[in-house]
């Protein structure tokens, strides 16, 4: 079994955690490759919050962010098997239910746990988004995925 752990650059901690020492994606390959994503939230590529007191312009951020960890490891969202939201007002639960729609496969929905919490990390956030994602890496699909990373197209 081998680990990798990334944290493209685009993705940010917010500026009050700095310097933080955690990885955003732990990938572990094997027959499988299983990929863990840390809770990701609204920031920016400087650190900065999107959308202070918006939950929805804060959930699209997230999903952004989502997405550019999940890719560096050779997943998208589609591959996300397990989905652990924390929201600051778990009154605007429907909110999130709705926007998640947006970028989640709603034939094969991921499970998803969503928890109301007191607070998160830093100042201004409303939502953290942790994910679990399983891929095949010797499907034919995720091959020329790669090859094609590999020599930058």
């Known amino acids: 079994m081998k680990k990798r752990f990334f944290s ?6 917010p ?7 955690i990885s955003h994606v732990v990938k572990v390959s094997g027959a499988r490759d299983m990929i863990y994503v840390s809770g990701q939230v609204s920031t920016d590529e400087n ?3 999107v959308g202070v007191g918006d939950l929805e ?9 989502l997405t550019t960890v999940l890719a560096g490891a050779g997943a998208t969202l ?3 098997v397990l989905l652990n939201a924390f929201m600051t007002d778990i009154g605007q639960i429907d909110v999130f239910r ?14 998803i746990t969503t928890v109301g919490v007191t607070g998160l990390a830093g100042p201004g956030l409303l939502i ?8 095949n890496p ?3 699909a995720k091959k020329t995925a790669r090859r094609k990373r590999r020599k930058g197209r």
């Open 8 to 13: 493209p650059a685009s993705v940010q901690f």
């Open 15 to 21: 500026n009050v955690l700095a310097p933080s020492v």
């Open 47 to 49: 650190g900065a919050v």
């Open 57 to 65: 312009t804060q959930i699209h951020q997230v999903f952004k962010n």
């Open 78 to 80: 589609k591959d996300v």
């Open 98 to 111: 709705t926007l998640r729609r947006q970028y989640l496969d709603n034939n094969n929905p991921p499970a």
């Open 128 to 135: 953290e988004i942790a994910a679990f994602a399983e891929i």
């Open 138 to 140: 010797r499907s034919p």
